[in-house]
């Protein structure tokens, strides 16, 4: 379910007042392939519900390039909010997820391979709540920029 921004506190509230814990990740997810699938599968794994963080299109043009995103934030939140992983999406405007993280304080944040712990966006306010930052390593060989690389080819 793709959920509005000023929306995200009340229903983190009310997810963790039922008891459930939260997973919270982040990306761009451009152009969906079996290597964000597993990743968003492995971050279900970690807690009750799975939210995500979709930078919007400012944010990945200002991100990526200009050329960036290829789909729109509206048609990425619809297709990544019907995996059955993935719970609620939320877009967010910024470069980092850090505001959207302090309104949902998550019980788990998830990041890829490509991250160390200490470097995570977010994981001083996660820690210091009493959770955990968890890494996911990647899937060899899918990107979504190799995938346009073979596509210009």
């Given at each position: 379910?793709?959920?509005?921004?000023?929306?995200?506190?009340?229903?983190?509230?009310?997810?963790?007042?039922?008891?459930?814990?939260?997973?919270f990740t982040n990306g761009c997810f451009?152009?969906?392939?079996?290597?964000?699938?597993?990743?968003?599968?492995?971050?279900?794994?970690?807690?009750?519900?799975?939210?995500?963080?979709?930078?919007?299109?400012?944010?990945?043009?200002?991100?990526?390039?200009?050329?960036?995103?290829?789909?729109?934030?509206?048609?990425?939140?619809?297709?990544?909010?019907?995996?059955k992983s993935v719970d609620y999406v939320?877009?967010?405007?910024?470069?980092?997820?850090?505001?959207?993280?302090?309104?949902?304080?998550?019980?788990?944040?998830?990041?890829?391979?490509?991250?160390?712990?200490?470097?995570?966006?977010?994981?001083?306010?996660?820690?210091?709540?009493?959770?955990?930052?968890?890494?996911?390593?990647?899937?060899?060989?899918?990107?979504?920029?190799?995938?346009?690389?073979?596509?210009?080819?």
């Open positions: 379910m793709i959920v509005e921004r000023k929306n995200i506190k009340e229903l983190s509230e009310q997810i963790k007042s039922e008891g459930k814990s939260i997973v451009d152009i969906l392939h079996s290597g964000h699938v597993f990743y968003l599968q492995k971050a279900k794994q970690q807690g009750d519900i799975l939210i995500l963080g979709l930078n919007s299109d400012a944010s990945v043009r200002r991100l990526k390039g200009e050329k960036r995103p290829i789909n729109s934030e509206i048609d990425r939140a619809i297709v990544i909010s019907e995996l939320v877009i967010f405007e910024e470069d980092t997820p850090q505001e959207i993280i302090s309104l949902i304080v998550p019980n788990k944040l998830v990041k890829g391979g490509d991250y160390k712990k200490e470097d995570v966006v977010g994981k001083e306010i996660v820690e210091g709540n009493g959770g955990e930052v968890v890494i996911i390593p990647f899937v060899d060989g899918k990107s979504t920029t190799n995938i346009i690389n073979r596509i210009n080819e």
